[in-house]
């Protein structure tokens, strides 16, 4: 099927063996960048084989002011935007090739050939082909909620955690080669409740409504976020917070950054923000579980 805090040592280890390797599935261009980057960026600079596969075009989503002209060609602006981001992040592209869904109520849903409407079978197979070929030890997807309830990136955590349990089972698409490959560790992005509702304080002092958030003001930050203790995985990215803001840079036509850059002091989300959160669905482990590395106990084949 074809598809269009680790420690000193470690860090060492991975750089000189080159034989680790991470998956991320995301669903639109920006994603890589807006949401993980720091993540992809410090794996990539320790040796670890990144790949980056987004599930949509785009092509559904609001434009920055200023970026109007934009619109007549939004996929093609926004593929030309991820290829430069995904470079500065030292990873590889890949795209599933499908339209983007649009948020909740978009008249995108009914689009089709949006993601959402896409048989799951089909774009779940477009990711077991992408895992027995790259090999990774660790995948990372969106959460069961989205992070904020997008529908693309809900279908997206769908079909890559059934993905992830189909690719090393010689009778689930038996049609797709190479052979069958399990992964080792799965995670979802999930971002802390506690967080949020900083952010949702902080906004309201600056007489913003976190109920209408958003470019389109179609975003509820009151029903965002995950309760700190099913967060298992942190990592730190302070030492790559400019590769991410370079990478966020190049999709200009999406602002070029997060509104967190604009709510605080550089030096202050350097100094206090720089570290990004993870679900780990499996192995599973307990409530109140930490690690600091994805990739901790992982063994490079």
């Known amino acids: 099927m074809s598809i269009s805090t680790t420690d000193e040592i470690g860090q060492k280890q991975r750089s000189a063996e080159k034989r680790y390797r991470l998956l991320a599935v995301l669903a639109h261009p920006d994603d890589e960048s807006f949401g993980m980057g720091g993540t992809l960026a410090r794996y990539a600079d320790e040796g670890v084989d990144v790949h980056i596969a987004i599930a949509t075009d785009g092509v559904a ?15 093609a602006v926004r593929r030309r935007e991820l290829e430069s981001a995904v470079h500065i992040l030292g990873g590889t592209l890949h795209m599933l090739g499908y339209r983007d869904s649009g948020y909740i109520g978009d008249p995108a849903n ?21 895992i027995r070929e790259i090999r990774p030890q660790v995948v990372v997807t969106h959460d069961e909620t989205g992070g904020y309830y997008h529908p693309d990136h809900i279908q997206c955590w769908k079909i890559t955690t059934a993905a992830f349990k189909a690719a090393g089972d010689a009778t689930r698409y038996s049609e797709i080669g190479p052979a069958p490959y399990q992964p080792q560790r799965l995670y979802f ?26 470019r389109n003001k179609d975003i509820d930050w009151t029903r ?3 309760d700190p203790h099913h967060l298992h995985a942190r990592i730190d990215y302070r030492r790559y917070w400019d590769v991410k803001r370079a990478a966020a840079a190049e999709h200009p036509s999406q602002g070029g950054g997060t509104s ?36 901790a106990g992982v063994v490079a084949d």
């Open 61 to 75: 989503g609001s434009v920055a002011g200023g970026y109007e002209h934009t619109l007549k060609e939004l996929a």
């Open 110 to 130: 009914q689009h089709p050939e949006a993601f959402i409407n896409i048989d799951p079978q089909e774009s779940a197979g477009k990711v077991v082909a992408l």
């Open 189 to 214: 992005t999930g971002l802390s409740n506690r967080m949020i509702k900083f952010f949702s304080f902080m906004m309201r002092l600056r007489g913003q409504d976190p109920k209408h958030a958003g």
């Open 224 to 226: 965002i976020g995950i």
């Open 260 to 295: 967190r850059s604009r709510m605080f002091p550089e030096w202050v989300q350097r100094r206090f923000m720089a570290t990004e959160t993870f679900i780990r669905a499996y192995p599973a482990v307990a409530d109140g579980f930490r690690e600091y590395d994805l990739f």
